[in-house]
């Protein structure tokens, strides 16, 4: 399968189809469900190792275990110190990249597993949302030049004292795509539950359509904006350590899934648009009749980020009697404390109401190629106003437009702009 | 408790009632076998905290946990690696010390938990049933004396390599007494679901009394004569190293338990005898007419050992006419194996027939005493013989007598031997 996977020009001409190649797959805990799918996924690594490729694994814990882990937990704690919850919570992955080991070795497969300490990846301290400070990937590259397929528990780490940390949820993607960088490995490969990056969501659109490549900036525009394909932070840290990064499908024999690049496609039929994206979870606060004067802005989004709520557009209006009115969304979790928060900032500044609109949706289109097509934005507000969907705010970025909408109209704005921006038509491969 | 515990008089000399004290305590994989035991484990180690005492705790995995995590291994494989194996079996203990690390804090007890790898414990690379080299106990006593209760995974080290090992099944009684000799502890503490050693099984006798004391002796042959209280390497490495040792119920507030005790007790009333011990798995193999000559019990012996058979009594019988039985006991699950090795030897040596007796027990008489007192052995014979039991074999050391009976009459034997020594009656505390 691998000799098909760079299997476009461009690539062959790079690496050849034929050569040995050092690849790094990932697989989530879906596809390490149960003893039958851990036996899946070690015959797909044994058809890479058949291939001559040297092959890293890295593994989720069995899905349900860590939330199992993390129930056990709470009977005992409320407020678990993140050292120790950690500890525990490492232990999910740890039991994979045994099980996966053992399958591996019983279909006559040389194999290895490494704890995230063993490795060993270093992290920082921050228990539960620790970040990699770096790999010491010799140990694995003798093992791998010795015939061993090595297989790496994802989401943990250790810091300098020897504590176990863990990366966070998702955090298993970034373990992949750091090891891939490390070890200068030339795929990066992210076994999930779906074939690849679809242009919008295919249980709102069923035309949605697959896309064979998708570039980072691109990819990171879907994820924020809720396509939960990949982690943010793995496709953040795959375009700065140029890692390609390959999203396929565990459950599907031959898939190519979606490659995303660094670089543009140099395809002559480049879409304006590479798709759909959306967040359902989107609240809206407006402090009403802010004086309009240097600082408000600070004072109103100070208090807020003390809070800890994570603030996305923020728009501000001056009206002709010198008041401004202030707005910005929020996650729909953080509205009611946002909205304490701001009661008592209200007073302070002489504003004279905090208005709250909680159901409110976000909706983008993203692709690299708008900022050569001029008119997209245009084409956009037109689609949405035939079907006379009101736009509430607007954000714009490089290669996004995004709007705030009522939250029923949800489903209809996505299948309007998939099908105005030509999404739903079959393209070249 | 703790308080109480040095509470003989000797004892109280020694180390006095309030001083500070450095304590191991172990738990196995029973009293960790729900949230709700393992806040009652808090709670226990917490009042000795609050006594001023220093505590390492060992833990087991809840009970459960390795046998589900046995069968996760078998779906995938018949012949594991063991390495592997230690891989996913090891996280059972590291589940338990980052959960009652969580307990301990919730009630306000500063602790910290450790791998076997983190402490570290460093074994031979004998995966699955590795020995201790070494501990390096300062990081302990520097959290110790920083006010933490350190919390150890039991059953489980790393070798020089960084791999991970483990102990084998009952391992963790050997990591707490491996502990408590490293940090040269005051006491170590062994939580059972038992309430300390006995004179014999309860089950068999109901009149069997609680041992106060036992010595190092004469639990090792109680222990290697089936009475499960302890790990006997447990309880090898405490005489080694001079560890106290007591066995104590997790289940019980004020018990005392039973204390193993280096040296013989003091104690005018000194039984002759401390119990009465017992292995219903037991058979008898016989291999008839053998050539009376050098050499033949290695012979014999050899390709037993090479089948990796563990052999017990061992008895060799010349008759008249130059040929000798030789007759040794095996394990009953051993004993299929060990005629189809001796069919192949029998040949070879010239024997006329290997004879297999298979319904056989072992009934022991156990004490320290009894090198002082002569009459044990024609003692227990009588008894035995006035009930019609016929004795088929026998063994003796400094410290037991040990007879083959048929195992029919097993509780018979158990129940007038504890009589006759009068193991029944209450002796002075």
New interface residues.
């Given amino acids: 399968m691998f000799g098909r996977l760079p299997g476009r020009a461009n690539s062959k001409q790079r690496s050849g189809s034929n050569t040995m190649a050092l690849i790094v797959q990932k697989y989530g805990g879906t596809s390490m469900g149960s ?2 799918r ?2 899946n996924v070690a015959k797909r690594v044994a058809k890479f190792r058949a291939q001559g490729h040297q092959v890293v694994v890295v593994v989720s814990a069995m899905s349900g275990e860590t939330n199992r ?1 993390i129930a ?2 709470k ?7 993140p ?6 919570l ?2 999910g992955e ?2 994979s ?3 996966l ?3 591996l ?2 279909i006559g497969v040389a ?3 490494y ?1 995230g ?2 490795v060993k990846i270093l992290t920082d301290s921050a228990y539960s949302k620790a970040r990699i400070l770096g790999i010491d990937e010799a140990p694995i590259r003798a093992d791998l030049d010795a015939g061993n397929v090595v297989v790496v528990a994802g989401f943990q780490g250790v810091d300098e004292r ?3 940390t863990t990366l966070g949820r998702g955090g298993s993607d970034t373990t992949g795509v750091a090891l891939a960088a490390a070890l200068k490995a030339d795929e990066c490969q992210i076994y999930t539950d779906v074939d690849g990056v679809y242009t919008t969501d295919p249980r709102i659109v069923p035309e949605a359509k697959k896309l064979d490549t998708i570039t980072f900036e691109e990819m990171l525009e879907m994820a924020s904006l809720g396509s939960k394909v990949l982690q943010i932070r793995s496709v953040e840290f795959a375009g700065k350590y140029k890692v390609k990064l390959r999203v396929l499908s565990s459950f599907e024999e031959d898939g190519e899934g979606t490659l995303i690049t660094v670089e543009e496609s140099k395809k002559m039929e480049q879409p304006v648009i590479s798709g759909i994206a959306f967040n359902r979870d989107e609240a809206k606060i407006t402090v009403v009749g802010v004086p309009d004067q240097p600082g408000i802005a600070y004072q109103i989004l100070g208090p807020v980020a003390d809070a800890n709520i994570d603030v996305d557009m923020i728009i501000q209006n001056v009206g002709r009697d010198g008041l401004a009115d202030f707005s910005f969304t929020v996650g729909r979790g953080d509205l009611d404390k946002t909205v304490n928060v701001l009661d008592r900032v209200k007073a302070v500044i002489g504003a004279t109401a905090v208005e709250a609109d909680r159901n409110l949706c976000k909706v983008s289109v993203v692709g690299v190629g708008m900022h050569s097509h001029p008119g997209v934005a245009a084409k956009m507000f037109q689609t949405l106003s035939v079907e006379g969907i009101n736009i509430r705010m607007i954000s714009t970025s490089e290669i996004k437009i995004s709007v705030v909408v009522e939250e029923k109209y949800l489903e209809l704005a996505v299948r309007v702009l998939h099908k105005a921006f030509d999404l739903d038509l079959d393209r070249a491969a």
Same sequence: chains 1, 2.
């Fill in positions: 003893p039958e851990i036996k882990l056990l937990t009977e005992l704690t409320t407020t678990p110190s050292r120790e919850l950690d500890v525990v490492s232990t740890q039991v990249i045994g099980l080991a053992l399958a070795q019983d194999a290895k597993s704890t300490a063993q020897g504590a176990i």
